[in-house]
């Protein structure tokens, strides 16, 4: 494929609501077609519920958005910067009408996440197709490849997971967090071996053998398999002392994030009598902006694709049989 020539730069994200009243037809949108119970929906709400119905991922976007403008204004391509989502407002078909209508034809989409899983890459790809056949004349989107392995990713969580250090004993316990995902989801790409390699990546950059690779935030019906251990089991097992959470699986401080770590497992140190500590997420982290940054210009080829550990910078384009979507067992 020759070197891309890129008019504009699209982060393609999640979503979240805003308030309250969002929080059901946000829910409803993120589960359509999942068999996910009702009352699971319901409970999830209560979460958001808790912090004014507002998702947190909204502002860090907003964040990372402002940031990354700021770093291509002084640092080029000096492209401008949109903003869609694959569940709520801004809907990524809107974004790309617009985009359209102001004359851009080309866009380099950065998606905020940062490992290979059906919900973490293929199915943004599948957004990106379904929303340029949802706009007519739209713009040609190319999805930046994924990061995991970027000197620059692992620095910024290094940087965020030493902070965290700074607040209790050298000897305290590390676990790294991951949102769980159905093992037929899992079976089917190479999420878990690239979370284990950034987490390994990370302890070595701390000077740490000892760590542990745990999972959170697990739906779906109760019979269906998810990668395990759960945190809460995790926290359980290690029963007292020090421990920092490190959640390397997310860009930024999702509602999983506040309500399943800063709530939930914070209490249930509490009750164990544990000291927690939650290393912030990578968010606008200076080496994250200028990753981004560096990603686009290695696909306009004016940058080196960089990766360290064990494995290479991952592809740009992935083979149709990767990451395929879990199988979905009927509700029972």
Known sequence: MPDAIYDSVLVLS??????????IPFLEN?????????????EVAEHYYHFGGRSPINDQNRQLIDALRDQLKREGPDLPVYWGNRNWHPLLANTLRQMRDEGRRRAAVFATSAFSSYSGCRQYREDIAKGRTEVPDGPELDKLRIFYNHPAFIEAMTDRVRDAFRSVNAGAHLLFTAHSVPLSMAAGSDYVRQLNEACRLVAESLGRSDWKLV???????????????DIGDALRSIGSGEVVIAPIGFLSDHMEVLYDLDTEARELCGKLGMKMVRAGTVGVHPTIIGMIRELILERMGQAKRRAIGQFGPEPDECAETCCPA?????RK
Not at 14 to 23: A, I, L, M, T
Not at 33 to 39: L, Y
Not at 326 to 330: I, M, N, Q, W, Y
Request: aromatic letters at 6%; proline letters at 19%; a neutral charge.
């Open 215 to 229: 999972y959170q935030s697990r739906s779906g019906p109760p019979g269906q398999p998810w990668l395990e251990p």
């Open 14 to 23: 999640f979503g979240g609501p805003e308030n309250d009243s969002e929080v």
């Open 30 to 42: 993120v589960l359509r077609g999942r068999n996910v119970p009702r009352e699971r929906m319901l």
């Open 326 to 330: 879990p199988s979905r067992p009927e």
